[in-house]
């Protein structure tokens, strides 16, 4: 049985959501606050789960040829303005230098918020000819945006990421490469996260300062509040005129390139916890988890039980697992709900009875249901559980994200499901931004995005009752 | 025969060994200067280096028992000042946010020059007992320091690192822990990047800001410069105190606790191109090298030749060989010269007379030696190939060092020395700071460190004649 004490400390979901979110994230150590305000510090146990997403996401680029640079952590001020959409975009949220080695700068720098324009800013230099097309950069660094409210992970004013930056000769290799990259992340959310996406378009009202079309995947927490999960730009030409990235064509004339770029971040650790998480803390998909394995030794100072779990710790090693063997002080209860406030998918119990039987126990972190396993077959039976763990908690949030999905045709109906039934609501769309406005003044509903998967759900917008172009996912968002 | 257009864009080393630098850094793509002044672009076959260097160093750290964080990328100016000799130390060259979200900041924030406050502040709060000791944590960040002078890799306003930082529960473990992580240094740096280095303390002008001591490797560049190559700090209590990191002890008694850190840079990569390049441009020992072998087909469009180039090609790779093959439309004469720029250890030839007669022909970057190898046994006699080129490499790398270490035992000597052969040079100190400040002003010469393996030069200090009480390392560094 799990000990009470610890697991008491977590607000109960249903009582406030916003604290239980807060209390899992503190319980777990996955991050603290810091003294500089609204930065965060990421703890031991969630930066091993962002290496991971690195480690994944990271292979997954370099098989489509994408390669690694590091570009400058500040931006002069004249280079961020040089595209006039993007630094009306980005101004009101960027920090600015002034002052460094104890001398006020002639030219004030920020700290990037995003690196378009330092990306630019490079490929006008290396960019001359089509053999030096395309160009498939990416990096891994953090980025500053002074938000003014701040939730661990979800909304900092620094946030780790990874921004891809590519040029390309053709409008067309540019779009493909935009949606390229946005199905590597809905792949990579889908399959290691365990978290079900709606791949589609943004707005015009919604897409990327300075970008011609920004494709997005949206997901559904437990609350029934959407969270853009990661987005992927195409810019067309626009910041190639501005920065003057031109290259010499196969037909000797002078063109623009077309330019992406995509990024993924840290706040998908927050979206980790809050589609999967429960009352008694986290819950993390086997193939995402740092450790898969918790091995607890019951009555552990009998003879033989700390051998045994010492040595089946040892037999999963080996086989590839992410194992740890609790054999501290505390009591089984203490480490049964520390097992569980820090969601490692598996618990595998081993006590004097067992050892005589034969087997060991092996507790999901999912479902909790036990499962008896000979020693012989440990290995290999514990590979299928995890596995079941990693399809049934992608099942189980997929059956969630289905059943929080609604269709509305009128904005009184769409309202009320938002507000009482939460979630998703697939309604018609006539295309202005002006019902766009209107829903989020009176609602606080935004689009989420036009999935490439159209369906007719009427004929006209709901919200102004003209005839409808689009077919959109709303909701309330993160 | 290496294409004559490519290699004569180096400057030859002998003639000007500043823009050999230059010139190498730039042929071989690893890093670009930008529009942020001071600031180096790390560019793809830069980054890949990096890469390396940061997947073998983080797998030995965690070997250890280090785990990886992320702390906020900005300090505010209160937590920079609470320990006196640190603030002194890095006040001068600190960049300063001081607006944000067009708001002035109503206290500034410096980009970090390093994260010890960062750390001490969060030790302060994770830390209640003996229990929760040690900790060892670890970031990959960027860190700013507002340089005047900058080179790329040696010294930049920005430059890549690692940073970690552990606190103790008793002296003797933190200065363990301290001596622990500069032998990791020294051995990555010897045996993956094939450079000897001095391993050694700082002098009380030459250690850190704030620490009780600093241990340092040195090596020695082409040119006879000794270069820092990593350094580990042991800060005693003095953090410990200024930030009230305490722990209740086993005996009840609430202590301060003691502190280590640790950084080891991208200036190593400007280490490797000094160590061991040459005028056709980068060398890089095989086991750092991101690409290790370069296939170039001749005459590749004769029948049957790019077909043998990309068998040979994939048996490489699935042997693990890290492999390219360059089937572009250049001519061969290009291709090895583009080879040799970028440092690539090994180039394996295959033309039509290379296939009738069953064997492939490798050739080294270090020592152009040509070896014929046949097919069957490319892979095997390719490991051993590039086995013996890292070992000669570090081996030609140590007589380099050898040759260019002398002693002293007195100032002119020593001085002439410096002046003539370069090097480093031993001789024996007093141990007082006025001896340091006097060969610094008249020379140019400063302490490179305090060796660990103590030699007995003469029994007076070179500089005052007063009785010795160390040898010391000595030298121009950059």
Not at 189 to 197: F, K, R
Not at 316 to 327: N, P, Q, S, T, Y
Not at 441 to 454: H, L, N, V
């Amino acid at each position: 049985m799990a000990d009470k004490k610890l697991v008491e400390q977590i607000t109960p979901m249903e009582e406030d959501f916003a604290q239980w979110y807060t209390d899992v994230v503190k319980k777990a150590e996955l991050c603290d606050y810091s003294s500089a305000k609204g930065f965060m510090i990421i703890r031991p146990a969630g930066y091993a789960l962002w290496e991971n997403y690195m480690a994944i996401l990271d292979r997954m680029f370099k098989e489509t040829g994408v390669q690694n640079v590091a570009m400058p952590m500040l931006i002069p001020e004249s280079l961020l303005q040089k595209e006039k959409d993007h630094v009306e975009g980005f101004a009101p949220e960027v920090a600015w230098v002034t002052e460094g080695g104890q001398k006020k700068l002639e030219e004030r720098m920020c700290v990037r918020p995003t690196s378009e324009t330092l990306f630019c800013d490079y490929f006008a230099k290396v960019v001359k000819s089509y053999r030096d097309l395309p160009q498939l950069l990416n990096q891994w660094v953090s980025v500053v945006r002074w938000e003014k409210t701040t939730r661990p992970f979800l909304r900092t004013r620094e946030f780790l990421w990874q921004e891809g930056h590519t040029v390309h000769a053709t409008a067309e290799e540019a779009e493909e490469r935009t949606i390229q990259m946005l199905n590597i992340y809905a792949d990579f959310t889908e399959q290691y996260l365990a978290i079900p996406v709606v791949r589609g378009q943004k707005t015009e009202k919604e897409k990327f300062a300075g970008a011609v079309a920004t494709y997005t995947i949206e997901a559904l927490m437990h609350d029934g509040q959407a969270l853009q999960c990661g987005t992927s730009h195409n810019f067309g030409c626009d910041f190639a005129k501005a920065f003057n990235v031109q290259f010499l064509d196969k037909d000797n004339q002078l063109k623009p390139v077309y330019e992406t770029s995509w990024g993924y971040t840290t706040r998908m650790i927050g979206a980790l916890i809050m589609v999967h998480g429960d009352d008694s803390g986290l819950k993390l998909p086997p193939r995402i988890a740092p450790t898969q394995i918790c091995v607890v030794p019951i009555q552990q100072r009998k003879e033989g039980v700390l051998e045994k779990a010492q040595e089946l710790t040892e037999v999963l090693k080996k086989a590839g697992f992410r194992v740890k063997l609790d054999d501290s002080e505390k009591s089984p209860g203490f480490k049964f709900a520390d097992q569980e406030v820090r969601g490692i998918p598996l618990r595998i119990e081993i006590g004097p009875k067992d050892i005589e039987a034969g087997h060991a126990v092996l507790v999901r972190r999912d479902t909790r249901e036990k499962i008896q396993v000979s020693f012989e077959n440990l290995a290999e039976e514990t590979g299928k559980v995890l596995e079941q763990e990693q399809n049934d908690m992608f099942a189980a949030a997929s059956k969630f994200l289905t059943d929080h999905t609604s269709s509305a045709t009128t904005m009184d109906e769409m309202v009320d499901i938002v507000n009482t039934k939460k979630g998703f609501v697939k309604a018609m769309w006539c295309g202005c931004r002006e019902c766009e406005d209107k829903l989020k003044e009176m609602a606080g509903i935004t689009s989420r995005c036009i999935p490439f998967k159209q369906e007719t759900i009427s004929d006209k917008c709901v919200v102004c009752g003209k005839p409808a172009t689009k077919m959109v996912y709303w909701g309330r968002a993160y």
